[in-house]
């Protein structure tokens, strides 16, 4: 029986030696939890600044060439509104209305109006023009004159001469 006790005492030595090992691994896994859960935020830590500091950068970079792009638009936006104030102030000359006048109603300046003296001879109560007229190239004088001519006027001067 001795050897039976030897064999309990053995085995409850080896039990005590077990439960101390495992509340040690328990114990080192206990501690050597936290202290890797803080080296891996720490890590990812530093890489989020490390991430913060390549993109800063990058993103002053682009925003400073949409900058640079805007700034051009607005040059050439600028020289295209001085255009068009050039183009405004030219349809608003006396230059730019008398050649609209000239090219679309067909209008002329008093001083280009040529009079005709016709000679009228009267046979037998007719009145005969012995000089004819040549056609204008248009305009509402020329459309004036016409009139006359058809309503019998002897002569047909534009407004201004007397």
């Known amino acids: ?26 114990r080192q896994s206990a501690r050597s939890m936290p202290l890797e859960f803080f080296g891996i935020a720490y890590f990812l830590l530093i ?3 490390g991430c913060l500091l390549v993109l800063q950068p990058a ?16 040059q050439a936006l600028k020289l295209t509104n001085e255009d068009l ?8 000359s006396l230059e730019f209305v008398e050649k609209e006048a ?11 109006v040529k009079a005709l003296e016709v000679n009228v001879s009267q046979a037998n109560s007719a009145v005969f023009a012995s000089v ?3 056609p ?4 509402i004088l020329s459309l004036f004159g016409r009139i006359a001519q058809i309503f ?11």
Do not use: F
């Not at 970079?61 to 805007?70: H, S």
């Open 102 to 112: 000239r090219a679309t109603l067909g209008m002329v300046d008093p001083g280009e």
């Open 59 to 74: 993103r002053v970079a682009q925003y400073n060439e949409t900058i640079a792009l805007k700034e051009r638009e607005l």
């Open 47 to 49: 890489v989020l600044a």
């Open 85 to 92: 104030r050039k183009a405004v102030s030219y349809a608003e």
């Open 1 to 26: 029986m001795i050897g039976s006790s030897e064999l309990r005492l053995g085995s409850a030595c080896a039990r005590s030696s077990h439960r101390i090992r495992d509340r040690r691994a328990r």
């Open 136 to 139: 204008d190239s248009g305009g």
């Open 152 to 162: 019998g006027v002897k002569e047909a001067t534009a407004k201004g001469q007397e």
């Open 132 to 134: 004819q007229p040549k």
